[in-house]
């Protein structure tokens, strides 16, 4: 079946510092990868989805890459500061309209000042 | 704009109680509805999904069932709580245009 693999699972970086995090996934027929910020005891809110026809996609104060030959999906904070602080999800949409997204098992980030 | 509502915000229930979670989406006709559940720490796993009134499709079951009395409304229910079923619970509904999915503000169970 579908496969998203998220890593690291726990990643801890000063302010300023850039954090990477990527997703790896199975299926070459993926069309559609999201990343959700998740803050402690919050919800999941989008921060980008990413369509497989773009590689590039900026946010503010991250970019999003996405490798299809090496079906990557990357998330990279430049600059984190500490409000960056939380769990992050990468998500996968494999196959048509109605096809799951596939979640991977999430990234907690934790800026330092 | 479309706003999902999720009630209640928290419960805390023991085991064997039953349970009934909702939520209402607005500004949104024939939407597609979502049911997730995040145990502590842990990533998302889709509970049920519903494209229209009265018919819902399961896709892991864990004991809970879910019905979609109206077009707005979706009901995540059990007879029998688990102490397994503590976790966060989300409803989302699906922009088909975009393909994206947009989730409501959670409901946190624990199961004592």
Known sequence: ?113 | AQTIHQWPVAEIKAVGSPLSLGCTIKGKSSPNLYWYWQATGGTLQQLFYSITVGQVESVVQLNLSASRPKDDQFILSTEKLLLSHSGFYLCAWRDTSAETLYFGSGTRLTVL
């Not at chain 1, 803050?39 to 970019?63: D, H, R, Y």
């Not at chain 1, 409000?83 to 991977?104: E, I």
């Open chain 1, 1 to 113: 079946g579908e496969q998203v693999e998220q890593r690291p699972p726990h990643l801890s970086v000063r302010e300023g510092d850039s954090a990477v995090i990527t997703c790896t996934y199975t299926d070459p027929n993926s069309y559609y990868f999201f990343w959700y910020k998740q803050e402690p005891g919050a919800s999941l809110q989008l921060l980008m989805k990413v369509f497989s026809s773009t590689e590039i996609n900026e946010g503010q104060g991250f970019t999003v890459l996405l490798n299809k030959k090496d079906k990557r999906l990357s998330l990279n904070l430049t600059a984190a500061h500490p409000g960056d602080s939380a769990a992050y999800f990468c998500a996968v949409k494999f196959g048509g309209s109605n096809a799951k997204l596939t979640f991977g098992k999430g990234t907690k980030l934790s800026v330092k000042s």
